[in-house]
């Protein structure tokens, strides 16, 4: 039961890439808790990469799992 969110700051753009389980993407699909956190891009239901327009906020990570 793991979900892996990373973001890499490069030059203008922030990178995000958030990874899910398979035993869990059930219940927290990737792709959505990606697009949750602003990201624009896209994957599969247990991985999705893509950037984010602004700084991600840990502390609305945990609210929105």
Known sequence: NSIVVVTVKNENKIILIVAVS??????????????????????APSFAMGSVDAAIDFDNIKSNI
């Open 22 to 43: 398979k035993d869990i993407i059930n219940k927290i699909n990737a792709v959505d808790l990606f697009k949750k956190l602003g990201g624009k891009g896209g994957g």
